[in-house]
């Protein structure tokens, strides 16, 4: 579990955390470098899923040695299916990581929703509906590595 006591706000008790693949950890299917480590680091705490519809079809050859389970969704209607696995695990032990369209019902269920800007941009709608936007999923896996980044974004 990972507990950051947030300022004017409930303290976080978090539990899992649910990652979007391709535009997230992941640049044309590839895992992009700096993630398998950080990942490796936060399984320590957390219950670790990746949820994606696996476009390029390589989630599985770059993220089988990892400490994660990967839940494969259809290519249609992904975000409602991502939001009902975020409902399924509890919404107030989430915290989500997407950047796409199909992650913003996920975000916004999550008690903690960061969207990545990456490559391929990032969904409007997902912006919206996110507590924290970063520019990398370094920078946002970091934000969990190290939380007290975490409290001086959201203090109230």
Sequence with gaps: MLKVDIPG??????HYLVLDYNGTLAEDGEILEGVEERIRFL????????ITADTFGLVKEYCSRLPVEIVKISGTGG?????????????DRVVAI??????HLML?????G???IGSEGAA?????????V???????????????????TLRT
Excluded at 98 to 103: C, H, L, M
């Design 79 to 91: 975000y409602s299916q991502k939001e009902k696995f975020v409902k399924k695990l509890g919404p």
């Design 124 to 132: 409007a709608r997902s912006i919206l509906n996110s507590d924290v």
């Design 134 to 152: 970063c520019r990398s999923i370094e920078e946002a896996l970091d934000l969990l590595i190290h939380p007290q980044r975490l409290v001086a």
């Design 9 to 14: 706000s409930d303290t976080l008790e978090l």
């Design 114 to 116: 960061i969207l990545v």
């Design 98 to 103: 997407g950047n796409g369209f199909n992650d």
């Design 108 to 112: 916004e269920a999550s008690w903690l």
């Design 43 to 50: 399984a320590d705490y957390l219950k670790i899923y990746i």
